[in-house]
């Protein structure tokens, strides 16, 4: 079974996912993590609710985001204003150790 630990990510990501009980990736980020660590692509991936979507593109993101950079460097586009708000959200929780 894959574990998180698997995807070479920060320590300080680790642990907030170890901290939410988070131990191995659902299928979509098992897939998604991976691609877009290796690789500086788009993807569109398609899941159903509560699969961990926002984690299969949110981890990379955190994973590959310079912290001292002034300037944008990801957008995430959500429909609705409430997705919008759950996905500042999970990103604040993946990133609870981060700078």
Do not use: W
Request: net charge negative; aromatic share 6%.
């Amino acid at each position: 079974m894959m574990k998180f630990s698997d995807f070479s990510l920060k320590p300080e990501i680790l642990k907030a996912l170890e901290g939410m009980g988070f131990e191995s990736p659902t299928e979509i980020q098992a897939k998604t993590i991976p691609a877009l660590l290796d690789d500086d692509r788009d993807i569109i991936g398609f899941a159903q609710t509560g699969t961990g979507k926002t984690a299969a593109f949110g981890i990379p993101i955190l994973q590959t985001v310079n912290v001292d950079a002034r300037t944008p460097q990801a957008i995430i586009l959500s429909p609705t204003r409430e997705l919008c708000i759950q996905i500042a959200e999970d990103l604040k929780k993946y990133s609870k150790h981060m700078k």
